[in-house]
Nanobody, 123 residues
Framework: QVQLVESGGGLAQAGGSLTLSCAAS?????????RGWFRQAPGKVREFVAA????????YYALPVRGRFTISRDNTNNAHYLQMNDLKPDDTAVYFC???????????????WGQGTQVTVSS
């Protein structure tokens, strides 16, 4: 079992920045070591945002956020983060942190999900 808890969501203006954090815990936290973020905007399907491998050497980004968002992690504290810069109104969504057994699984079908945190970007 892995428990994921997000924090850091809120309201930002277009062009602004926010940082999301995700704390992982549970007996299987080391087995599901790949981490990532998904989001779901109102009336839209949930979509992949970013992912990172256990070592941090490999990162993956969805095209709409590439160059603006940065995923990182702190393995000592079982945490990972999403730094979001140059925010746009289209980034408004509920953001979910996720965990998976490897980088492929975490990008396409994560095994564990957090409850989500709202990010709202005003124009």
């Amino acid at each position: 079992q892995v428990q994921l808890v997000e924090s850091g969501g809120g309201l930002a203006q277009a062009g602004g920045s926010l940082t999301l954090s995700c704390a992982a815990s549970g007996r299987a936290v080391d087995m599901f070591a790949a981490r990532g973020w998904f989001r779901q905007a109102p009336g839209k399907v949930r979509e992949f945002v970013a992912a990172i491998t256990w070592s941090g050497e490999d990162t993956y980004y969805a095209l709409p956020v590439r160059g603006r968002f940065t995923i990182s992690r702190d393995n000592t504290n079982n945490a990972h983060y999403l730094q979001m810069n140059d925010l746009k109104p289209d980034d408004t969504a509920v953001y979910f942190c996720v965990a998976g057994v490897d980088s492929a699984r975490v990008r396409f079908n994560p095994q564990y999900w957090g409850q989500g945190t709202q990010v709202t970007v005003s124009s």
